[in-house]
């Protein structure tokens, strides 16, 4: 009977999370989102019964401490499966390069602060809510959503020059799970940063703005990878990093993978 915490679990892959894992009643399954009214109601429209909501934004470390309280009263105290997925993104800065933010400093720091108190520090503040339940498991996995646009080594030779802001900061997070990985080795608890590829997770219909922007990103990847088809589905990806966290090992704690389990991105 194996627990699982999606963090940030209202739309896109966390929602598709919550989705898979109730295919399977022996799951115990508890989503973390800000409003959770409108997604309990879009669990009843789907008619999904056996996943359980809890109110928490990932910034906000005294809402994710109570939340954390409140898992433990559902699965006895400890959890299995941590997965940290929400991300602040914004789509007007992810347009920009590191140059076009020049005139706009405020704006590039306001940007940073913004990204940095969700996507770096409130996935800290996200795993040190749970440690204390993932200590109990014998299961103990903590993955958090990156990018493989975070790739430094790679980062170069690719062909965007933009996403300043979310790729350095998942940049970090990446190096935040190294760290956890190193301290809790010790302790059986196998940490993970893992992209999920690229996946189709909108739920707006593209501005010509969002067109434009995935035609700069399809030109450099199908320079990387000429076959490629487009976007995945939140279905595909969350079944391929499904088989990426079961096979992860302590062996490979505090690696940064792809949906593949290795450093192929797309
Ligand atoms: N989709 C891709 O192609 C892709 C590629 C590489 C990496 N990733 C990574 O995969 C993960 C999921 O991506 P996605 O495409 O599914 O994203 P998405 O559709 O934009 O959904 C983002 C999720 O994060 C939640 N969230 C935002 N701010 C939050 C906060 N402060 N506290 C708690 N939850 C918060 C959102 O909740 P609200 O509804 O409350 O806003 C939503 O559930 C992210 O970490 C992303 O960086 C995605």
Do not use: C
């Amino acid at each position: 009977m194996p627990s699982y915490v999606i963090v940030g679990a209202s739309r896109g892959l966390g929602y598709e999370w919550l989705r898979q894992l109730s295919t399977d009643p022996e799951n115990t399954i508890i989503g973390l989102v800000r409003t959770p009214a409108s997604v309990e109601a879009k669990l009843s429209s789907d008619k999904i019964a056996n996943v359980h909501i809890l109110q928490a934004d990932m910034a906000d470390h005294v809402a994710l401490n109570n939340a954390a309280q409140e898992v433990s009263k559902i699965t006895k105290g400890s959890l299995d499966y941590l997965i940290v997925n929400g991300v602040y993104a914004n789509g007007d800065h992810n347009r920009l390069t590191p140059t076009a933010f020049t005139g706009h400093e405020e704006a590039l720091r306001r940007e940073m602060i913004r990204s940095l108190d969700v996507n770096v520090v409130g996935v800290i503040y996200s795993i040190n809510a749970f440690l204390p339940l993932v200590h109990k498991s014998t299961i103990k996995k903590v993955v958090a959503l990156t990018t493989g646009l975070a790739d430094t080594d790679t980062a170069p030779k690719f062909g965007v020059p933009n996403y300043v802001v979310y790729s350095s900061m998942k940049a970090a997070l990446n190096l935040v799970i190294a760290r956890y990985s190193v301290e809790l080795r010790e302790d059986g608890i196998v940490f993970l940063a893992l992209s999920p590829g690229i996946v189709l997770t909108s739920e707006k219909p593209p501005t010509a703005e969002d067109i434009a922007d995935f035609q700069r990103l399809k030109q450099a990847v199908l320079k990387r990878k000429p076959e490629w088809q487009g976007p995945m589905t939140p279905s595909e990806s969350v079944q391929l990093q499904k088989q990426v966290i079961e096979k992860t090992t302590i062996d490979e704690s505090g690696s940064f993978l792809s949906h593949f389990g290795n450093k192929e991105w797309i």
